[in-house]
Nanobody, 113 residues
Framework: QVQLVESGGGLVQPGGSLRLSCAASGFTFSSYAMRWYRQGPGKERELVATITDTGGSTNYADSVKGRFTISRDNAKNTVYLQMNSLKPEDTAVYYC??????WGQGTQVIVSS
């Protein structure tokens, strides 16, 4: 069965960095585009970043463009989200997603001084 397990969240000061990981199993990882979503307190879930199956193309929400980088290692069945210059408004639960409505359990990111 498809499993997505996020890790790497935590508490960070504004301006800091975190790298999230999503370990995938139960499917041919290299055949699927992957996405990161987030849901902040009192907000709707929003798409943050997308990467194609080969990693050759990426897309970002305007709110994170230039600060976040999505990448993947198909040999390790893992997708990453490098988050730099973090802001308090980046505080959210971050979720890994695969097409056909497969979600991880989420990892909490809190940006606060």
């Amino acid at each position: 069965q498809v499993q997505l397990v996020e890790s790497g969240g935590g508490l960070v000061q504004p301006g800091g960095s975190l790298r999230l990981s999503c370990a995938a199993s139960g499917f041919t990882f290299s055949s699927y585009a992957m996405r990161w979503y987030r849901q902040g307190p009192g907000k709707e879930r929003e798409l943050v970043a997308t990467i194609t199956d080969t990693g050759g193309s990426t897309n970002y929400a305007d709110s994170v463009k230039g600060r976040f980088t999505i990448s993947r290692d198909n040999a390790k069945n893992t997708v990453y989200l490098q988050m730099n210059s973090l802001k308090p408004e980046d505080t959210a639960v971050y979720y890994c997603y695969r097409y056909l409505n497969y979600w991880g359990q989420g990892t909490q990111v809190i940006v606060s001084s």
